[in-house]
């Protein structure tokens, strides 16, 4: 089954406790990307990676970290969690349809809490 | 900051009437995606129109597309209550790699 997996679904931890959420996808896409989605601000994209060893910022990337050493998986490392990187993430791939991007395949999601 | 902005915020109608949902975005786009989001749970896609495309039907889906306007529309027609959901409209901008969402519409279908 086409699917992308993240992993915890949920975490609580305390302030500076490095952190990983592992994304994983079994379809081979090139494109994979995370996202945080905050109450009222829809879906931010924090990182981005289009191919292995590489990855490009999005629209909110301070404060957190990523790395693509294999096409299937593509982690996003809290070095030193704050309160407000409380959110829900979602990691998402898909193919690079020619111009532009194809439909994307999201994650179920992990919900986070930083006290 | 967003690329995307959908209009309503927030829209309430009765089963078997049809929804329609609104985008505007505001550079030159690559492609646009519509997708739902049930409470809480991963985004699923629902429909991808090119910049050189004006309208696509999926089933009970029907997507338009104004790049003169930098908007888009997607109506669902003859609703039920399993089309109750957030959706959102992303777009790639041309000459830029990432993927832009905008605020989402929150749609209820009342049985």
């Known amino acids: 089954e086409a699917q992308v997996t993240q992993n915890p679904r949920y975490l609580i931890t305390v302030t500076g406790k490095k952190l990983t959420v592992t994304c994983s996808q079994n379809m081979n896409h090139e494109y994979m990307s995370w996202y945080r989605q905050d109450p009222g601000l829809g879906l931010r994209q924090i990182y981005y990676s289009m191919n292995v060893e590489v990855t490009d910022k999005g629209d909110v990337p301070e404060g957190y970290k990523v790395s693509r050493k294999e096409k299937r998986n593509f982690p996003l490392i809290l070095e030193s969690p704050s309160p407000n990187q409380t959110s829900l993430y979602f990691c998402?791939?898909?193919?690079?349809?020619?111009?532009?991007?194809?439909?994307?395949?999201f994650g179920p999601g992990t919900r986070l809490t930083v006290t | 900051s967003q690329q995307g902005e959908e209009d309503p915020q927030a829209l309430s109608i009765q089963e078997g009437e049809n929804a329609t949902m609104n985008c505007s975005y505001k550079?030159?786009?690559?492609?646009l995606q519509w997708y739902r989001q049930n409470s809480g749970r991963g985004l699923v896609h629902l429909i991808l129109i090119r910049s050189n495309e004006r309208e696509k039907h999926s089933g009970r889906l029907r997507v338009t597309l104004d790049t003169s306007k930098k908007s888009s529309s997607l109506l669902i027609t003859a609703s039920r209550a399993a089309d109750t959901a957030s959706y959102f409209c992303a777009t790639d901008a041309r000459g830029n790699n990432d993927m832009r969402f905008g605020a989402g519409t929150r749609l209820t279908v009342k049985p």
């Open positions: 550079t030159s786009i690559n492609n």
């Open positions: 998402a791939s898909s193919l690079l349809a020619g111009t532009g991007y194809g439909e994307q395949y």
